[in-house]
């Protein structure tokens, strides 16, 4: 049931959600300094559904919950579905991911899914020599993805590309892909956590194969994707589902208007580096410091940032909502 708000709602911070992989580290240190529980831990989702709200009027409340309650406020739109369109994860891994692939927005709703996964991975650190696997090798099809699920030789079909921090690799839906170990990887995709795994090196995990191949497509648009460098941003990526800035605070910098009329649009803050403070128009200060995840509603007011160390920013922005129209 949707509750009215007294106020305009203000950007708050987001406490993460640990999340167990099998191709995870027992320890995340120096990444995240956070004492090991015995979990092996591949995930860090920094704006799933159920993370929790850390600071402001909404403090203590599941992010799920709020979409559902409030979504004009979140999204911008009269009309948005209530839910969060977007999942933003810190990937760690210390062995090989499963060969996967997700579905498009049209096949997972045809198996009862919300939407579809297109993704992309903003590369916060890597080894000298990591990769990632990123589509099929030119010449490759069908019947030879089929024989290589069968021989297990499906992994020398992939297109394996080496990554380097800054980088960012585009993953649309479709795109057969594996995250290989090396690299400390920002990933941001659609709030859906559909895959369909082809392939899994011997792990005694469930397959997917027939759904993985009526997902697959033999070319995609994935792979790395040129930034593009502005006054006082870089924009790494510009999609249908998501934007994604990276930017430096050293001092103090008030919000600037988004281009090409993208204000009035759900945005994330994630910090890489550094600490300081957001200050939300009217609200009281949130502290900043790195992994930090803070969201900003649509229709919160501007705010301004101040850095203590200089501060790395990524900014993630839903496109598909939003924009100033109600």
Known sequence: MRVELKDEPVPF?????????????????????????????????LSGDDCVAASGPWAGRRIGDLFQQYPRELLGNATAEAASPLLIKLIFAREKLSVQVHP????????????????????????????????????????DVERGIREKTL??????????????????????????????LLEVQQNCDVTYRLYDYGRPRELHVEKGLEALRLRTEAGKVAPHALQDRTVLIEKQYFRIERMTVDGARSQMQLECGMSGRLNYIYVAKGTG????????????????????????????????????????IDMAHGGGGD
């Open 104 to 143: 498009d927005d049209a096949m997972a709703r045809k198996y009862g899914a919300a939407r579809g996964k297109t993704e992309c991975w903003a590369v916060l650190q890597a080894e000298p020599d990591a990769t990632v696997a990123v589509g099929l090798r030119a010449g490759i099809t069908i019947a």
């Open 13 to 45: 911070l987001i406490t993460p959600e640990f999340v167990e992989r099998v191709w995870g580290f027992a320890d995340l240190r120096p990444w995240i300094d956070r004492e090991p529980d015995g979990r092996t831990i591949g995930e860090v989702w």
């Open 277 to 316: 403070s957001l200050q939300p128009k009217g609200a009281e200060s949130i502290a900043l410091s790195a992994q930090s995840m803070v969201l900003a509603p649509a229709r919160s007011g501007d705010y301004s940032l101040q850095s203590e160390e200089p501060l790395e920013i990524y900014r993630i």
């Open 155 to 184: 992994e020398q079909m992939l297109e394996i590309v080496p990554v380097s921090k800054g980088e960012l690799i585009y993953v649309d839906a479709g795109t057969i892909h594996a995250i290989l170990p090396g690299s400390a």
